[in-house]
């Protein structure tokens, strides 16, 4: 990885950075295709990556590179998780003000606003509160689940 600011960003985010971060710390386009290319980086999802490691990404990693790309908060299940109310979801699951760009994609959940106080910062992920984290996951649990949550 190269530049202090890029590996500033890295270490905050669970060892992840954006293409918006590399290039605001110099990184050119060609550089950032070329360390993809040649397994330096790994691509996370569309357009966060992280240096190419032997392991692979745990959840958190997983939906923190999901957040970082829509710009959005961890949301239902994989909020919960992050409270450790429940288990992580197979797949993670992020929120989003309505846009059209994200509607399409896996896990992104869109709605027509998204008030600053419903958003906090779990274990270093930008995820919603609590109580609506509670309530989004619980619109997709069982009466039974729900009742042990």
Same mark, same amino acid.
């Given at each position: 990885?190269? $530049?202090?600011?890029?590996? %500033? /960003? *890295?270490?905050?985010?669970?060892? !992840?950075?954006?293409?918006?971060?590399?290039?605001? &710390?110099?990184?050119?386009?060609?550089?950032?295709?070329?360390?993809?290319?040649?397994?330096?980086?790994?691509?996370?999802?569309?357009?966060?990556?992280?240096?190419?490691?032997?392991?692979?990404?745990?959840?958190?990693?997983?939906?923190?590179?999901?957040?970082?790309?829509?710009? $959005?908060?961890?949301?239902? %299940? /994989? *909020?919960?998780?992050?409270?450790? !109310?429940?288990?992580?979801?197979?797949?993670?699951? &992020?929120?989003?003000?309505?846009?059209?760009?994200?509607?399409?994609?896996?896990?992104?959940?869109?709605?027509?606003?998204?008030?600053?106080?419903?958003?906090?910062?779990?274990?270093?992920?930008?995820?919603?509160?609590?109580?609506?984290?509670?309530?989004?996951?619980?619109?997709?649990?069982?009466?039974?689940?729900?009742?042990?949550?």
């Amino acid at each position: 990885m190269s $530049g202090s600011r890029l590996q %500033r /960003s *890295a270490r905050r985010q669970r060892s !992840l950075f954006t293409r918006a971060q590399a290039r605001a &710390a110099g990184v050119a386009v060609r550089t950032i295709t070329r360390n993809l290319d040649r397994g330096v980086w790994e691509e996370v999802t569309p357009y966060v990556y992280r240096v190419a490691p032997a392991a692979l990404a745990d959840w958190q990693q997983r939906l923190l590179a999901l957040v970082l790309s829509v710009d $959005g908060l961890a949301y239902g %299940r /994989s *909020a919960t998780a992050l409270y450790a !109310l429940t288990a992580p979801p197979k797949s993670p699951e &992020a929120l989003v003000e309505r846009a059209s760009r994200n509607r399409l994609r896996h896990g992104v959940h869109s709605t027509r606003t998204l008030p600053r106080d419903d958003a906090t910062i779990v274990a270093g992920i930008p995820a919603t509160m609590p109580a609506r984290s509670i309530c989004d996951a619980a619109a997709g649990m069982s009466p039974a689940a729900v009742v042990r949550l």
